[in-house]
């Protein structure tokens, strides 16, 4: 839920800061196969969650406005 906040807020800066040509990079995995994909399942299994479809469809809202988006799964960097 965090990172789907994140994002939301992530591209409200980027509509008011006019920027559209934009690559996000993020470590959720889930999160951005949910933008790139919408996969309808996965929608299906958070239907119960009404305040995550709501963030989701915030998010979707702010895509439509944005014209060059790409969003890209950079796995977590282990420390050692």
Known sequence: MVELMALEQC????IESNLYNTII????EFTINLVNIGNDTILEKL????????????IQSHLIALRTLI??????????
Not at 11 to 14: A, D, G, M, V, Y
Not at 47 to 58: K, M
Request: aromatic share 14%; glycine share 4%; net charge negative.
């Open 71 to 80: 969003f890209v799964h950079v796995p977590e960097q282990t420390i050692g």
């Open 25 to 28: 990079e993020a470590d959720s």
């Open 11 to 14: 591209l409200e800066i980027l």
């Open 47 to 58: 239907s119960n969650h009404w305040w995550i479809l709501q963030v989701y469809q915030h």
